[in-house]
């Protein structure tokens, strides 16, 4: 299994998810199912806000026009088997870093709109995408809707990006690489 | 009463939201509506001084356009900034303006509910959230031609005196909240048809790559 782990943690704040997400990653390249990992830490790159250009629909049909280190991930998401999210909520979501990066997804999916469940989606790009998760840190502050918002909002995502969430998790629950 | 209202759109200027944001504006008096360009802050790193600018106000509209069923990325870096000044905006009104290219509202009304949730936890009051499906080409289409122009005039005029979004002419404007039966099976039928992409097509022509449209580069 292909996977892609991307990290929204921001540079404050958030020292303990990181420690033990670098455990999670060093246990899941153990793992002899997983035969590539891609790891990205995005506060450690540049990720550009998507700017609604549309040029990766009109002008560069499937490519982003921004230069920046967005399209290492975008080409490693798409030829991944699982992609995980891996974010602390902020203000009951997961951060708006990883926001930027889950706007600048949208080279690989088609202007072109298809119905999806009686609503209007767009089609697919590619014939195959990855399943998406999401592991996240909440604080005291995040409730128990937050949490159940922030899953519906990524299982809503998912349909946009031609998939399904294949699990939503605290990072303590899958700590030891227990979804695979 | 004055607004202020912040529209959270990428394009900027340059945006179907600001576009909605004048309709439910326009018969505001100049003086009484600021309206503020978010994503000039944030690319100046300068989104403290917007946070300064809601300070001197009561009632602050924040509007976006839906990104990836939520807020643009900036607009969610907006509000954790917010989240950081504690108490400064506990006497504060919000309300919201969500817009996406999809005919139904419907997709934008998790990240409604997200606005809802967010209000609460800057303990501040909230108004309520103005939905508008099929919004893609508002900025392109004449006043005259932009059927809910007029409704969110109206509804921007009933605001100022009442401090209240009227229910009736909010759901109005959010109408298809959903695709009834009848026409999804038209969708069904047009999105096969070769004009039904025509807003995709010509411009994929334009650019003389119309043959890639289906390319995979990143595979």
Same mark, same amino acid.
């Given at each position: 299994?292909?996977?892609?782990?991307?990290?929204?943690?921001?540079?404050?704040?958030?020292?303990?998810?990181?420690?033990?997400?670098?455990?999670?990653?060093?246990?899941?390249?153990?793992?002899?199912?997983?035969?590539?990992?891609?790891?990205?830490?995005?506060?450690?790159?540049?990720?550009?806000?998507?700017?609604?250009?549309?040029?990766?629909?009109?002008? =560069?049909? $499937?490519?982003?026009?921004?230069?920046? *280190?967005?399209?290492?991930? !975008? +080409?490693?998401?798409?030829? /991944?088997?699982?992609?995980?999210?891996?974010?602390?909520?902020?203000?009951?979501? =997961?951060? $708006?870093?990883?926001?930027?990066?889950? *706007?600048?997804?949208?080279? !690989? +999916?088609?202007?072109?709109? /298809?119905?999806?469940?009686?609503?209007?989606?767009?089609?697919?790009?590619?014939?195959?995408?990855?399943?998406?998760?999401?592991?996240?840190?909440?604080?005291?502050?995040?409730?128990?809707?937050?949490?159940?918002?922030?899953?519906?909002?990524?299982?809503?995502?998912?349909?946009?990006?031609?998939?399904?969430?294949?699990?939503?998790?605290?990072?303590?629950?899958?700590?030891?690489?227990?979804?695979? | 009463?004055?607004?202020?209202?912040?529209?959270?759109?990428?394009?900027?200027?340059?945006?179907?939201?600001?576009?909605?944001?004048?309709?439910?504006?326009?018969?505001?008096?100049?003086?009484?509506?600021?309206?503020?360009?978010?994503?000039?802050?944030?690319?100046?790193?300068?989104?403290?001084?917007?946070?300064?600018?809601?300070?001197?106000?009561?009632?602050?509209?924040?509007?976006?356009?839906?990104?990836?069923?939520?807020?643009?990325?900036?607009?969610?870096?907006?509000?954790?900034?917010?989240?950081?000044?504690?108490?400064?905006?506990?006497?504060?009104?919000?309300?919201?303006?969500?817009?996406?290219?999809?005919?139904?509202?419907?997709?934008?009304?998790?990240?409604?509910?997200?606005?809802?949730?967010?209000?609460?936890?800057?303990?501040?009051?909230?108004?309520?959230?103005?939905?508008?499906?099929?919004?893609?080409?508002?900025?392109?289409?004449?006043?005259?031609?932009?059927?809910?122009?007029?409704?969110?005039?109206?509804?921007?005029?009933?605001?100022?005196?009442?401090?209240?979004?009227?229910?009736?002419?909010?759901?109005?404007?959010?109408?298809?909240?959903?695709?009834?039966?009848?026409?999804?099976?038209?969708?069904?039928?047009?999105?096969?048809?070769?004009?039904?992409?025509?807003?995709?097509?010509?411009?994929?022509?334009?650019?003389?790559?119309?043959?890639?449209?289906?390319?995979?580069?990143?595979?």
């Amino acid at each position: 299994m292909k996977l892609s782990l991307i990290n929204g943690s921001l540079k404050e704040g958030h020292d303990n998810f990181d420690n033990q997400l670098e455990q999670l990653k060093s246990t899941l390249s153990q793992s002899t199912e997983i035969t590539n990992l891609d790891y990205y830490n995005l506060k450690q790159m540049d990720i550009k806000q998507c700017v609604g250009c549309f040029n990766c629909w009109t002008k =560069t049909p $499937g490519k982003c026009v921004i230069k920046d *280190d967005a399209e290492d991930i !975008l +080409i490693s998401v798409i030829n /991944s088997d699982l992609v995980i999210f891996a974010s602390p909520l902020v203000m009951g979501m =997961t951060t $708006g870093l990883m926001k930027r990066l889950n *706007d600048r997804l949208i080279p !690989l +999916i088609h202007p072109y709109f /298809s119905i999806v469940k009686g609503e209007i989606h767009h089609r697919k790009r590619y014939d195959h995408y990855p399943k998406i998760a999401v592991i996240y840190e909440k604080t005291p502050e995040d409730t128990q809707e937050d949490v159940a918002l922030c899953q519906e909002i990524y299982e809503r995502l998912a349909i946009n990006f031609k998939t399904t969430l294949r699990f939503f998790s605290s990072i303590q629950a899958v700590e030891g690489g227990l979804f695979l | 009463m004055t607004l202020l209202a912040i529209n959270g759109s990428p394009r900027g200027r340059n945006s179907n939201t600001k576009k909605l944001i004048e309709y439910f504006s326009k018969d505001f008096n100049p003086s009484n509506v600021h309206i503020l360009h978010l994503k000039e802050y944030y690319d100046r790193k300068d989104m403290q001084s917007v946070i300064d600018v809601i300070k001197d106000h009561e009632y602050i509209l924040i509007g976006f356009p839906l990104y990836a069923d939520w807020t643009p990325g900036f607009v969610k870096e907006f509000f954790e900034q917010m989240g950081k000044c504690h108490h400064a905006f506990t006497k504060k009104h919000f309300l919201f303006m969500i817009q996406c290219g999809f005919p139904e509202s419907h997709h934008c009304r998790y990240v409604e509910r997200y606005c809802e949730r967010i209000t609460k936890k800057l303990d501040a009051d909230y108004i309520g959230t103005i939905v508008r499906g099929g919004s893609e080409g508002a900025r392109l289409i004449p006043k005259s031609f932009f059927k809910d122009a007029q409704r969110l005039s109206e509804l921007g005029k009933i605001f100022q005196v009442e401090k209240e979004l009227d229910q009736n002419l909010l759901d109005t404007i959010a109408k298809p909240e959903k695709l009834s039966k009848a026409r999804l099976f038209w969708m069904k039928i047009m999105l096969k048809l070769p004009f039904s992409a025509i807003y995709w097509n010509s411009q994929l022509k334009k650019n003389g790559v119309y043959k890639n449209r289906f390319d995979k580069p990143y595979r």
